[in-house]
T-cell receptor, first 114, second 113 residues
């Protein structure tokens, strides 16, 4: 049973470009969470999605950031017009259902904005 | 808003000694408290978790205690080994429609051989 997959593992973008991060949850998991981790800091919640639904996006910046989890295919975190402050590790986690169940993390995407 | 405080930020112990990391949370409705270990450049990995209907849980050298009244929970590692060296994060799962995890800021544990 493959774990949570994320790609790319490393992404370099210039200021103003778009970054697109992908996350495939574990088989049988329908809940996806995105977290951001700045260097030497903890993980900050960004958004929680189920298939075709955004459940909670309270941690996501109002502008330039969007997320989706379509019926088919991976969850996508999209950052438009990236700035240097967007440089971070972005982790995706999945869980089989809501409420008190462990979240399994992917290997992360390390975004560097030049 | 929801908040999790974690102490200490760094901890250095001699191999074989015990290590204790403490967290407090603000949302009294939280009912799920996992601990994650993250090695440099790697993903966070769950090492132990506890739910609010339990006061203590143990798994070999690792134990977690929870005091719901005080909104405190702690990680205890006994007989530490150099491979325990990593950053440890506590988290709390608020009881709302989201079930997101709120993480502490992390503790960098160094086990000296």
């Amino acid at each position: 049973n493959a774990g949570v997959m994320q790609n790319p593992r490393h992404l370099v973008r210039r200021r103003g470009q778009e970054a697109r991060l992908r996350c495939s949850p574990m088989k049988g998991h329908s809940h996806v969470y995105w977290y951001r981790q700045l260097p030497e800091e903890g993980l900050k919640f960004m958004v929680y999605l189920q298939k075709e639904n955004i459940i909670d996006e309270s941690g996501m910046p109002k502008e330039r950031f969007s997320a989706e989890f379509p019926k088919e295919g991976p969850s996508i975190l999209r950052i438009q017009q990236v700035v240097r402050g967007d440089s971070a590790a972005y982790f995706c986690a999945s869980s089989p259902n809501r409420g008190g169940n462990e979240q399994f993390f992917g290997p992360g995407t390390r975004l560097t904005v030049l | 808003g929801e908040n999790v405080e974690q102490h200490p930020s760094t901890l250095s112990v001699q191999e074989g000694d015990s290590a204790v990391i403490k967290c407090t949370y603000s949302d009294s409705a939280s009912n799920y408290f996992p601990w994650y270990k993250q090695e440099l450049g790697k993903r966070p990995q769950l090492i132990i978790d506890i739910r609010s209907n339990v006061g203590e849980k143990k798994d070999q050298r690792i134990a977690v205690t929870l005091n719901k009244t005080a909104k405190h929970f702690s990680l205890h590692i006994t007989e530490t080994q150099p491979e325990d060296s990593a950053v440890y994060f506590c988290a709390a799962g608020p009881m709302d429609s989201s079930y997101k995890l709120i993480f502490g800021s992390g503790t960098r544990l160094l086990v000296r051989p």
